[in-house]
């Protein structure tokens, strides 16, 4: 036998034999039908369980998909109401729409800026800070909602992600990076409670392509301008809290926000110890800054500037210091760096000048070890060893830097 016939055989055993039902059932079959599936017309079916339990499913093709739509229970919708749901599916369904996502919005499914408000809730708590969370929020609203805000969450597709992204996919392409991936975790949390089965934010890379975008690093000094820059922030009539918070900054190769949230019961100044908890690093453990000699004394010019605030550094108005007030100093100054940019100084001097290990500066800089293995074993914080590395770069600062 040939493949034609072959082929045709096959037809023959598989396919439904006569007409396709068409209002094959009756209400008396309905109450008395024996278990299993019974097939009415327009993909309507009447499922009857063993227990005797029964129910309506129409099967459809949804844009390509074949999909089950439950249509209620047997004692609560006729068999009239049933065959005229499925009527209305199978129509909506041939125009290109999706009665599933009908049904989702007539059951109350939320909209996808409802959804992301929910979304922003949950991961609220496992944020640091109050920016992280206005960030995330802000980019929802300016590039995001306008478009699909509105919208039931069951419904955005990849025409609406990729109108979103494809306007800043190449010049804001950080920006739309992060759009993408915000947009994406609303709908996983859509998935996560049936209200869809899939995510149109996985089909639009292909369509946007690769991005081109050159990546900047933080503006940093040379290791070897960094004590002129503090002469300069010295010499400026600033808040005496700015200047003395940037200065330990620089001393301890710590973050803005670690300094600036500095609060007095976290400094042992009798063991020379500042102790930042878990909960206030960026690697979610707890950091041991050993003090220099002069940290020590910028920290005796801030308890004598307090008036009984909890933090080390904080403005005349008794809050601390902002994010922007360190970066606003150094522009005015015009010195080329940013707050953060100190690290990278404190690092190329280590490796530059100096024979500390490489893991005792990463330590120092609260690096996180990033093989797994090598992590489960180095669990010592070589703290002592970074006292010695902390003295010489304040002796650094303070001694001949041409060297």
Known sequence: MDVVARTAATTRRTKR????????LSAAFVRSAPPGRHADG???????????????????????????????AAGLVTLAEARELALANRKLARSGGDPLSEKRRAEGVPTFAE????????????????????????SMERYAFPRIGSRPVSEVNTADVLEILTPIWHVKAET?????QRIRSVIEWAIALDMRNDNPCDRVLPVLGPQNDIVTHRLALHHRDVAAAIETVRARSAQPA????????VLTATRSGEVRGAQWAEIDTTDHVWTLSAQRMKARREHRV????????ILDAARALGDGNPHVFSMRSGRPISASTLLKMLNDLRIAAVPHGFRSSFRDWAAEKTDHPREVIEAALAHVVQNKVEAA????????????????WSAYLVGDRSR
Not at 17 to 24: E, M, T, Y
Not at 176 to 180: D, E, M, S, W
Not at 377 to 392: P, T, V
């Open 17 to 24: 034999r006569g007409r396709h039902p068409d209002k094959a």
């Open 115 to 138: 959804a992301a408000e929910r979304v922003l809730e949950q991961k609220r708590g496992g944020w640091r800070g109050r920016w992280h969370a206005q960030n995330w929020w802000r």
């Open 290 to 297: 050993p003090l220099c000699g002069r940290a020590l004394e």
């Open 377 to 392: 074993y180095a669990r010592s914080d070589l703290f002592e060893r970074r006292r010695l590395l902390m003295d010489d």
């Open 176 to 180: 739309a990076r992060a759009v993408r």
């Open 242 to 249: 700015v200047k003395l918070a940037f200065e330990f900054l």
């Open 42 to 72: 327009n993909g309507l079916y009447l499922f009857v369980q063993p227990t005797g339990t029964r129910s309506w499913v129409q099967r459809l093709v949804i844009r390509g998909r074949r999909r089950e739509l439950g249509l209620g």
